[in-house]
């Protein structure tokens, strides 16, 4: 059984950076593609970025484009998202995704199978 365990989140002021991990077991990670969402409160689950399984393309956000960078190492089974220039807007929980295999990233929770318990973010202004 796939397993996520998210970690990084925090405090951080804005226009500050943070960086997130997304620690996976229970599968063979080079098959998954790896997406991140987050969730505010009082709002839905949004997509923010993603990978794909090959690292050969990503897809992200128009509200986190130029901001936030995905990456992923193979050896060590984590995702990571990066995040630079953050916003007060960025405040939520961050949510790391996967779903095996896949040509395309979809940005819709219900293609991800997988899911973490998620990590808090929050960016005081």
């Known amino acids: 059984q796939v397993q996520l365990v998210e970690s990084g989140g925090g405090l951080v002021q804005a226009g500050g950076s943070l960086r997130l991990s997304c620690t996976f077991s229970?599968?063979?990670?080079?098959?998954?593609?790896m997406a991140w969402f987050r969730q505010a409160p009082g709002k839905e689950r949004e997509f923010a970025g993603a990978?794909?399984?090959?690292?050969?393309?990503?897809r992200y956000a128009d509200s986190v484009q130029g901001r936030f960078t995905i990456s992923r190492d193979d050896a060590r089974y984590t995702a990571y998202l990066q995040m630079n220039s953050v916003k007060p807007e960025d405040t939520a929980a961050y949510y790391c995704?996967?779903?095996?295999?896949?040509?395309?990233?979809?940005?819709?929770?219900?293609?991800?199978?997988?899911w973490g318990q998620g990590t808090q973010v929050t960016v005081s202004s």
């Open positions: 229970g599968g063979t990670f080079s098959r998954y593609t």
């Open positions: 990978i794909g399984w090959n690292s050969d393309y990503t």
């Open positions: 995704a996967a779903v095996q295999f896949g040509s395309y990233i979809y940005t819709g929770t219900d293609a991800y199978p997988y």
